[in-house]
């Protein structure tokens, strides 16, 4: 099976080397005549000598007719910034649509303007910028070709000012803010507008409808008059003071009382190879994780959002698969602290990026867990036009350990390593993806059925998209720095999917998916399966309408409590099989009362049913409060011991946007799984450019009866200090 995946993978890189799709469109950016304010208005001479970018194409709803909505862009650039001014004129006079003055907005859900730069013009890597049509700003890093990461931040500025007929974004970009290389002329650039209200979105080069904006395979090119300035000496220190209060009333404990501090450091060492250090990094200003109801027998993934972790995160963490990474960075620093951390990455030239990451977590004597050090190293090489190869090696190791002959404490592994290969394929055109990856793990007395092979292969067009994944996963295969929950299993998933295209009527888009997925044993017995028909059907005004029926089958290969409650437990060996149908209905973003809705009904374990109903509910008084409201709910009938059990998971959140460097917002997630209610409340004043004070509440209390459990106030400030 290997050899037959690796096959076609080597025709098609055959294919891969080809001339960039929309080279012939190109901006010639200049040095600017004179100094240039960021206000929103285009009143400095330095823009009248500068190219422009107009006459943009439209994407969405259909890829076939130039833009109704008209975009000029111009760009200049002096010794230390790059600037940029979008000009979005409208076609239908009226207020904007947006969603709130909050930094990374929902791109589908505001009017904007955003544009990505493509540094080192590879297709694969690069930036992200932009701002809605009230000035909440844009900004992300970018990886494989199109995926925008938008927990990436940097220090750059920009205003927007609204007219009658339109609204100009004016911006301006440190030099110090970019990964470059020194004397590259010429770098990938594209520019995104959506205008909500007449339901378009467009873009300065063409692109097909299937692929987003985003797409670094089609960009067009920036072409420098001389090669840019070196960023310079890039240093910045970021420091945090930080003072806290917190009581554990579950435990009965003291108050603790919290004074702390600590610093994150960033070396540029080129323009194109960043070094980041942590010293007691504190992440007590992260949103809370969105909670779900956990009916998996699997643990559930919930993504990175600490800053130190997050730039150049793709090298790290995109190695492997949805269920198969070798490296997780939340398995560090989430249950003991971080004593300091460094990370080397960024490119080294068109063809080289690479990765180093090296962090210590103190000890817990408490659990008998040791100071342990996690180390990454990844290297990529570029292949033909947007290919690469990558290798990755983990290290955790235990620090002066021996397990303590106190049987009531834990155990913890000496160490434990992974090195894996991974190939990523990459079409020109975008049409042709995939990856096919083999990792070995390194762990004390395994020595037998420590390794995973993965590959996928997919082809996409305006029509059709058809794919092909498949995963085996040995017995002994370890990844305890990685996401892996599941083990000793051959996974094979086809996919196809169809879509048709009226020519007039209020629907856009309309067709069906299939797929389904199987589990076997290493001796091809199926101990799973979900084959699932799926039909969509996209609106004009945006609106999405689906309907899917299922059908499962299940082998438990270990106990299993279908309420997740710690109930009496299925036992190992049971079958069992359902059918299932569902719906859901997304609205049109242009109003500003806005909603979604999906449902499930059908069979469940153990001969059951089981019905679950969910809605998203939103209203904005734009642009300075979106309140939204989040609910879930599953009934599950099932024979005795279990009964008929519900579940509510309920979610408001209130956003308060008072400007876009001042954001306040309250989020309650009452889960009746957990038996908890959680309230986050979280005060954001951006008081400079990436410097912060922060006010965080947090409680939690008991569903029933309404008692708290545990309560903590932080107040935190961060200060971005460049040289």
């Given at each position: 099976?290997?050899?037959?995946?690796f096959?076609?993978?080597?025709?098609?890189?055959?294919?891969t080397?080809?001339?960039?799709k929309?080279?012939?469109y190109?901006?010639?950016?200049?040095?600017?005549?004179?100094?240039?304010q960021?206000?929103?208005?285009?009143?400095?001479?330095?823009?009248?000598?500068?190219?422009?970018a107009d006459?943009?194409f439209?994407v969405?709803?259909?890829?076939?007719?130039?833009?109704?909505?008209?975009?000029?862009?111009?760009?200049?650039?002096?010794?230390?910034?790059?600037?940029?001014?979008?000009?979005?004129?409208?076609k239908?006079p009226?207020?904007?649509?947006?969603?709130s003055?909050r930094?990374?907005?929902?791109?589908?859900?505001?009017?904007n303007?955003?544009?990505?730069?493509d540094?080192?013009?590879d297709?694969?890597?690069?930036?992200?910028?932009?701002?809605n049509?009230?000035?909440?700003?844009?900004?992300g890093s970018?990886?494989n070709?199109?995926?925008?990461d938008?927990s990436?931040?940097?220090?750059?500025?920009s205003?927007?000012?609204?007219?009658?007929?339109?609204?100009?974004f004016?911006?301006?970009?440190?030099?110090t803010?970019?990964r470059?290389?020194?004397?590259?002329?010429?770098w990938?650039?594209n520019?995104?507008r959506?205008?909500?209200?007449?339901?378009?979105?467009?873009?300065?080069?063409?692109?097909p409808r299937?692929?987003?904006?985003?797409?670094?395979?089609?960009?067009?090119?920036?072409?420098?008059?001389?090669a840019?300035p070196?960023a310079?000496?890039?240093i910045?220190?970021?420091?945090?003071?930080?003072?806290g209060l917190?009581k554990?009333?579950?435990?009965?404990?003291p108050?603790?009382?919290?004074?702390?501090?600590?610093?994150?450091a960033k070396?540029?060492?080129?323009?194109?190879?960043?070094l980041?250090?942590?010293v007691?990094?504190?992440?007590s200003?992260v949103e809370?994780?969105?909670?779900?109801?956990n009916l998996?027998?699997?643990?559930?993934f919930?993504?990175?959002?600490?800053?130190?972790?997050?730039e150049?995160?793709d090298?790290?963490?995109?190695?492997?698969?949805?269920?198969?990474?070798?490296?997780?960075s939340?398995?560090?620093?989430?249950?003991?602290p971080i004593?300091?951390?460094a990370?080397?990455?960024?490119?080294?030239?068109?063809?080289w990026?690479?990765?180093i990451?090296?962090m210590k977590t103190k000890a817990?004597?408490?659990?008998?867990?040791?100071?342990?050090?996690?180390?990454?190293?990844?290297?990529?090489r570029?292949?033909?036009?947007r290919?690469?190869?990558?290798?990755?090696f983990?290290?955790?190791?235990?620090?002066?350990?021996?397990?303590n002959?106190?049987?009531?404490?834990?155990l913890y592994?000496?160490?434990?390593?992974?090195?894996g290969l991974?190939?990523?394929?990459?079409?020109?055109?975008n049409?042709f993806?995939?990856?096919?990856m083999?990792?070995?793990s390194?762990?004390?007395?395994?020595?037998d059925g420590?390794?995973?092979?993965?590959a996928?292969?997919?082809y996409?067009?305006?029509?059709?998209?058809?794919?092909?994944?498949?995963?085996?996963?040995?017995?002994?295969?370890?990844?305890?720095?990685?996401?892996?929950p599941?083990?000793?299993?051959?996974?094979?998933n086809?996919?196809i999917?169809?879509l048709?295209f009226?020519?007039k009527?209020?629907?856009?888009?309309?067709g069906?998916?299939?797929?389904?997925?199987?589990f076997?044993?290493?001796?091809?017995?199926?101990?799973?399966n979900?084959?699932l028909?799926?039909?969509k059907?996209?609106?004009?005004?945006?609106?999405?309408i689906?309907?899917?029926?299922?059908?499962?089958?299940?082998?438990l290969?270990?106990?299993?409590?279908?309420?997740?409650?710690?109930n009496?437990?299925?036992?190992?060996g049971?079958?069992?099989s359902?059918?299932?149908?569902?719906t859901?209905?997304?609205?049109?973003?242009?109003?500003?009362?806005?909603?979604?809705?999906?449902s499930?009904?059908?069979g469940?374990?153990a001969?059951?049913n089981r019905l679950?109903?969910?809605?998203?509910?939103?209203?904005?008084?734009?642009?300075f409060?979106?309140?939204?409201?989040?609910?879930?709910y599953?009934h599950?009938?099932?024979?005795?011991p279990?009964?008929?059990?519900?579940?509510?998971?309920?979610g408001p959140?209130?956003?308060?946007?008072l400007?876009?460097?001042?954001?306040?917002t309250?989020f309650?997630?009452?889960?009746?799984?957990q038996?908890?209610?959680?309230?986050?409340?979280?005060?954001?004043?951006?008081?400079k450019?990436?410097?912060?004070?922060?006010i965080?509440y947090?409680?939690?209390y008991?569903?029933?009866?309404?008692?708290v459990?545990?309560?903590?106030?932080?107040?935190?400030?961060?200060?971005w200090?460049?040289?």
């Amino acid at each position: 099976m290997k050899n037959l995946l690796f096959l076609p993978f080597c025709l098609l890189s055959l294919y891969t080397i080809a001339q960039k799709k929309n080279s012939s469109y190109q901006l010639h950016i200049h040095k600017a005549s004179s100094p240039i304010q960021i206000d929103g208005e285009m009143n400095e001479s330095a823009w009248k000598n500068t190219d422009s970018a107009d006459n943009f194409f439209m994407v969405l709803p259909m890829d076939t007719s130039r833009a109704t909505v008209k975009t000029t862009i111009r760009m200049a650039y002096d010794a230390k910034k790059i600037y940029i001014i979008a000009i979005c004129y409208l076609k239908n006079p009226g207020p904007y649509m947006v969603e709130s003055l909050r930094r990374d907005f929902n791109f589908s859900k505001n009017d904007n303007f955003i544009f990505f730069i493509d540094p080192f013009d590879d297709r694969t890597n690069g930036f992200t910028f932009g701002a809605n049509a009230a000035g909440a700003q844009w900004d992300g890093s970018e990886y494989n070709g199109s995926v925008v990461d938008l927990s990436w931040d940097n220090k750059w500025v920009s205003k927007v000012k609204n007219y009658p007929d339109k609204w100009i974004f004016e911006a301006a970009i440190p030099f110090t803010s970019l990964r470059y290389k020194k004397g590259i002329t010429q770098w990938g650039i594209n520019f995104s507008r959506m205008d909500i209200k007449v339901a378009e979105k467009s873009s300065w080069t063409p692109i097909p409808r299937q692929f987003t904006t985003s797409a670094l395979a089609y960009t067009g090119t920036l072409v420098w008059d001389e090669a840019p300035p070196e960023a310079g000496g890039n240093i910045s220190v970021i420091p945090y003071l930080l003072s806290g209060l917190s009581k554990d009333y579950d435990h009965a404990t003291p108050s603790n009382y919290r004074k702390d501090f600590g610093a994150d450091a960033k070396v540029a060492l080129t323009s194109s190879l960043n070094l980041d250090m942590t010293v007691n990094p504190d992440f007590s200003q992260v949103e809370v994780d969105k909670q779900v109801t956990n009916l998996d027998r699997y643990e559930l993934f919930f993504p990175e959002k600490r800053q130190f972790f997050l730039e150049n995160a793709d090298l790290f963490a995109n190695f492997g698969y949805a269920n198969i990474r070798p490296f997780f960075s939340r398995r560090i620093g989430l249950g003991v602290p971080i004593s300091y951390g460094a990370r080397l990455s960024g490119s080294l030239d068109k063809n080289w990026r690479m990765g180093i990451m090296d962090m210590k977590t103190k000890a817990d004597p408490a659990k008998g867990l040791p100071e342990q050090n996690f180390t990454v190293v990844a290297l990529q090489r570029r292949l033909f036009s947007r290919s690469n190869i990558r290798l990755m090696f983990v290290n955790k190791q235990s620090l002066q350990y021996g397990p303590n002959k106190d049987s009531s404490q834990q155990l913890y592994s000496q160490y434990n390593r992974n090195l894996g290969l991974e190939y990523n394929l990459a079409s020109p055109n975008n049409s042709f993806s995939g990856k096919a990856m083999v990792v070995k793990s390194f762990s004390p007395g395994k020595i037998d059925g420590d390794f995973v092979h993965a590959a996928n292969l997919q082809y996409i067009n305006k029509k059709w998209i058809i794919a092909w994944q498949h995963e085996i996963v040995g017995k002994n295969y370890l990844a305890e720095v990685g996401y892996v929950p599941r083990n000793d299993y051959i996974k094979i998933n086809p996919l196809i999917s169809h879509l048709f295209f009226p020519k007039k009527g209020v629907i856009l888009s309309h067709g069906p998916v299939f797929s389904s997925t199987f589990f076997f044993t290493k001796s091809f017995i199926r101990t799973d399966n979900e084959t699932l028909i799926d039909y969509k059907i996209n609106l004009r005004s945006q609106g999405i309408i689906d309907a899917w029926i299922a059908h499962d089958y299940v082998d438990l290969l270990k106990p299993f409590d279908p309420t997740n409650t710690g109930n009496v437990m299925l036992p190992i060996g049971s079958q069992h099989s359902w059918n299932a149908w569902g719906t859901s209905y997304i609205s049109k973003p242009q109003k500003l009362f806005t909603y979604a809705f999906s449902s499930r009904f059908g069979g469940y374990y153990a001969n059951g049913n089981r019905l679950n109903l969910t809605a998203d509910v939103g209203y904005r008084f734009q642009p300075f409060v979106n309140i939204t409201l989040s609910a879930n709910y599953n009934h599950i009938d099932l024979p005795k011991p279990w009964g008929q059990t519900s579940f509510w998971l309920i979610g408001p959140r209130i956003d308060v946007t008072l400007t876009n460097t001042f954001f306040f917002t309250t989020f309650v997630q009452y889960n009746d799984q957990q038996k908890n209610v959680n309230l986050n409340t979280r005060l954001q004043w951006r008081y400079k450019p990436a410097s912060d004070f922060f006010i965080v509440y947090t409680d939690n209390y008991y569903t029933a009866p309404f008692y708290v459990r545990n309560r903590a106030l932080v107040l935190k400030i961060t200060f971005w200090w460049n040289k």
